[in-house]
């Protein structure tokens, strides 16, 4: 137990001392608001990779909105949305999501400060397929909407203290529980876990 606590100890004041390092670091960015743009895919996967339906994976964009506050953590909100195919079918999954980014490694990449983080968050996804046709031939846009959350892993590389470039990974854990397809109800939740990888830039103001 002394080891333990020596080591949580010792682990809290080396962040302490990497944030302050931070904080007088020139190159590093300052605290506040910053914008985002990515380009994402997205894999679906459990009962929409065959069992409710077989969506492709597919790719798209995504635009987030945050703030970095003085501690190593930053509050964000994004949207993200991703064309796919089912069979023959056009569909599109987006989603609008709020989640924390907590920074406990800063380290040097070809010469540029960098940053790895972890990602946390909760979210509301929508998945909709064109055109899909029931048992009896009659054809209606399917549409499944529901909640979840998410964690992730990512590194953030700063060429310029106000512009960094982005690369992540981002585990899904959705369950879709609203239907919207001519008179069908769902029976049971619609789970689809979903992997999203991005990279993309920032701009820090």
């Known amino acids: 137990m002394p080891r333990i606590l020596i080591a949580m100890i010792m682990a809290v004041l080396f962040t302490l001392n990497a944030t302050q390092?931070?904080?007088d670091d020139p190159n590093h960015p300052?605290?506040?608001?910053?914008?985002?743009?990515?380009?994402?895919?997205n894999v679906p996967e459990q009962d929409l990779s065959g069992d409710f339906a077989e969506v492709d994976p597919g790719s798209g964009f995504r635009l987030n909105l945050g703030y970095r506050f003085p501690i190593p953590l930053a509050l964000e909100v994004e949207?993200?949305?991703s064309g796919h195919m089912v069979d023959d079918e056009d569909a599109g999954i987006a989603f609008l999501a709020m989640n924390l980014r907590y920074f406990p490694l800063t380290f040097s990449f070809a010469g540029m400060p960098a940053e790895a983080f972890l990602r946390a968050g909760f979210g509301?996804?929508?998945l909709v397929i064109d055109g899909v046709r029931d048992g009896s031939g009659r054809r209606d846009d399917l549409e499944l909407t529901g909640d979840g959350f998410d964690a992730g892993i990512g590194i953030e590389i700063y060429p310029q203290p106000q512009f960094s470039v982005v690369f992540g990974v981002t585990q899904r854990f959705v369950e879709y529980d609203e239907l919207d397809y001519l008179d069908?109800?769902?029976?049971?939740?619609?789970?689809?876990?979903?992997?999203?990888?991005?990279?993309?830039?920032?701009?820090?103001?």
């Open 124 to 126: 509301s996804y929508a």
């Open 184 to 205: 069908f109800e769902l029976i049971e939740d619609v789970k689809g876990a979903m992997t999203t990888v991005n990279a993309g830039i920032k701009y820090h103001f």
């Open 21 to 23: 390092a931070d904080a």
């Open 79 to 81: 949207f993200g949305a």
């Open 30 to 41: 300052e605290d506040g608001l910053y914008i985002g743009a990515d380009l994402i895919v």
